[in-house]
Nanobody
Framework: VQLQASGGGLAQAGDSLRLSCSAL??????????MGWFRQADGKEREFVSA????????YYADAVKGRFTISRDNAKNAVYLQMNNLKPEDTAVYYC????????????????WGQGTQVTVSS
């Protein structure tokens, strides 16, 4: 399984960026279950950003990004997207795409498959 993320870059506060992630899963025809995004800022632990169910009917967001970020997916392409609006300097991090994302109850999110990450840098 390979997860290829793209769309990161430099932005100013208030700008928008759209992250994309394509999953290459040779030998399998079914789509991944939950997919989503995590991020890790310098010197900090990786944190959950957003997740979306297989059908796309359920979405989840970290409090820090609610109302600004929107997750979506295209199962035909095994792809997941993250539209990031009104970016803030605190959004600066490496963003990781994740597939077969899950959590137990209301515990921390995790995933079975991880992408290589794409850097997002937001200046004030």
């Amino acid at each position: 399984v390979q997860l290829q993320a793209s769309g990161g870059g430099l932005a100013q506060a208030g700008d928008s960026l759209r992250l994309s992630c394509s999953a290459l899963r040779s030998g399998f025809t079914r789509s991944f279950a939950g997919m989503g995004w995590f991020r890790q800022a310098d010197g900090k632990e990786r944190e959950f950003v957003s997740a979306i169910s297989w059908t796309g009917s359920s979405t989840y967001y970290a409090d820090a990004v609610k109302g600004r970020f929107t997750i979506s997916r295209d199962n035909a392409k095994n792809a997941v997207y993250l539209q990031m609006n009104n970016l803030k300097p605190e959004d600066t991090a490496v963003y990781y795409c994740a597939a077969d994302i899950w959590r137990i109850g209301v515990g921390p999110w995790s995933a079975n498959y991880w992408g290589q990450g794409t850097q997002v840098t937001v200046s004030s």
